[in-house]
């Protein structure tokens, strides 16, 4: 089973509607890079969370913050993995054969 570091702030809880508001970041991510992806997301509050620690309380929000952390961890990665490799790219020359589409 493979594992993701989730960071979360919640900035704010609106008891009216029953949510909070969590912006999720991966590390490494930017508020300048990532804008609106990072959040605040409405994550609904639940009566089953009345009687949880903080630690699984963190848990439970962290695992709502999953799917968003990971897009931008395979974002940064690729990124990174990207970079890599046209930095040892640089001066290397390349003969390539392409297919030409057919008119």
């Known amino acids: 089973m493979s594992t993701i570091n989730v960071n979360f702030e919640i900035t704010g ?3 009216d509607r029953g ?3 969590v912006k999720y970041w991966a590390d490494g991510a930017t508020i300048e890079r990532f804008q609106s992806e990072i959040g605040p997301y409405e994550v609904a ?12 309380l963190n848990t439970i929000i962290a695992t709502f913050g999953a799917p968003i952390v990971l897009r931008q961890k395979q974002i940064l990665d690729v990124s990174n993995n990207l970079i890599a490799t046209l930095t040892a ?3 290397e020359q390349k003969a ?5 589409p057919t008119p």
Do not use: K, P
């Not at 390539?96 to 030409?100: G, M, P």
């Open 19 to 21: 949510v909070m508001y």
């Open 13 to 15: 809880v609106n008891s």
């Open 96 to 100: 390539v054969v392409v297919d030409l």
């Open 89 to 91: 790219e640089i001066n």
């Open 45 to 56: 509050i639940s009566s089953s969370m009345d009687n949880v620690t903080e630690q699984e």
